[in-house]
């Protein structure tokens, strides 16, 4: 499996941006997915997932009603839709995906496959 991650760049505060993650090759349509997010001298955190059907999706506290995930089957491709933006969200963002269809969980150890990131940085 191959994860492109794409999107991300400069915006003020307040601003929004949608990340957007394709993956290729041996893809996993029934599997789910995940945006986590490393800022400078920091681990790399959870932020949102979604499981293979949809139905289920899971945001760290830090995100809520702020960020909105989403994917499309068809395309093989995942989105993050993230709004009021604020500088504590700079930081290079991942997309990953686990095997397992029903996982929408913020385990890292979870997720077997990782694109290579996409930066996001918020001027105040």
């Known amino acids: 499996v191959q994860l492109q991650a794409s999107g991300g760049g400069l915006v003020q505060a307040g601003g929004s941006l949608r990340l957007s993650c394709a993956a290729s090759g041996r893809t996993y349509s029934r599997s789910g997915m995940a945006w986590f997010r490393q800022a400078p001298g920091k681990e790399r955190e959870f932020v949102a997932a979604i499981d293979w059907s949809r139905s289920s999706t899971n945001y760290a506290d830090s995100v809520k009603g702020q960020f909105t995930i989403s994917r499309d089957n068809a395309k093989n491709t995942l989105y993050l839709e993230m709004n009021s933006l604020k500088p504590e969200d700079t930081a290079v963002y991942y997309c990953?995906?686990?095997?397992?269809?029903?996982?929408?969980?913020?385990?890292?150890?979870?997720?077997?496959?990782w694109g290579q990131g996409t930066q996001v940085t918020v001027s105040s």
């Open positions: 990953a995906v686990t095997t397992r269809p029903y996982y929408s969980g913020g385990n890292y150890h979870e997720y077997a496959y």
